[in-house]
């Protein structure tokens, strides 16, 4: 490994072995990663981009290939995910929810607090802490996800369309917050998004991945300075050149995925 490098795969594969069949998920998948970058991933539904964090958290194990990952604190956690949906613990108040991560670890109770309203106040959740999920909006939700994945501080941070769900407003808020607290602490990455738009938004290079089964079509380097403001960042010819060369690059393949799953259209 480089030693700039943080995450190298070499050769990944990964096939779902059923009863009746075999599905393909990944194939050959080459790809560093350098330490504090941010890295979004682009593809058609169904292409292996969830399947790649989780094989990456751990969650999952490739059929072929290796993946080398350089812990940078030694016995420190290396991979915290954000899901999509909600996966906050409906018992709990937002601030045990953000504080779970560091009781598991063992940290003490004053400790732990005191680190979680930190990243509530960072996140403009604090006077929420002793909310519970159920009385919060969804936009809050993932703040507190948010929240939770940084106060315990891993080594990588991998998201899958954390706000995918959200209007889109509210999107906007949330990665100009998320840029906003990613930028102090520079930890490497790797977001899921099926925008090109906050892709380009928020991600030092893109990868562009292929229709299923899910190989990688192209990476590209987001040249735009940091800090980043979305209104300067829409007007700039370099966003639209990149945006226009990811949608081209994509586009076939949206088309191929969703020939595969039969769905026919009028072109
Ligand atoms: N546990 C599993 N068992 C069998 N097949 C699976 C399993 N998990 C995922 N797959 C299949 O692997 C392929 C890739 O799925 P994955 O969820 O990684 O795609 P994705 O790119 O994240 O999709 P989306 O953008 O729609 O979330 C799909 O065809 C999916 O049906």
């Known amino acids: 490994m480089l030693p700039e490098e943080i995450i190298k795969i070499q050769g990944l594969t990964k096939t779902f072995k059923n ?37 990456l958290a751990g969650l999952e194990k490739q059929t072929e290939g290796k993946i080398y990952i350089k812990p940078k604190n030694p016995g420190g956690l290396i991979t915290s995910m954000v899901f999509q949906g909600d996966s906050l613990f409906p018992w709990m108040s ?26 509530l106040e960072k996140m403009g959740l604090r006077k929420f802490a002793d ?17 939770r994945a940084f106060v315990s501080d891993p080594d990588i941070l991998l998201m899958d369309e954390p706000f995918g769900a959200l209007d889109e407003q509210n999107r906007l808020i949330l990665q100009q917050e998320l840029l906003r607290i990613w930028e102090g602490s520079e930890k490497t990455t790797i977001f899921i998004t099926h925008s ?46 990149l945006y226009k060369t990811i949608w081209e690059l994509l586009e076939e393949e949206v088309r191929k995925a969703e020939e595969t799953r039969g769905v026919k259209r009028n072109v």
Do not use: W
């Open 131 to 147: 909310y519970y999920p159920h009385q919060i909006s969804g936009g809050m939700k993932q703040r507190v996800n948010v929240a």
């Open 94 to 119: 937002v601030i045990e929810n953000v504080e779970y991560g560091l009781k598991i670890k063992g940290v003490d109770k004053k400790q732990r607090r005191k680190m979680a309203l930190e990243f």
């Open 19 to 55: 009863k009746k069949s075999n599905l393909m998920a990944l194939e050959n998948i080459n790809l560093s990663i350098i330490d504090g970058e941010f890295l979004c991933i682009v593809g058609p539904s169904g292409c292996g981009k969830t399947t790649l964090l989780r094989i």
């Open 196 to 241: 090109i738009d906050e892709a380009l938004f928020l991600g030092d290079r893109i990868v562009v991945m292929t229709a299923h089964p899910g190989k990688i079509k192209a990476m590209l380097k987001v040249d735009i300075e940091r800090p980043r403001e979305l209104l300067k960042l829409r007007t700039s010819p370099h966003y639209n050149e």
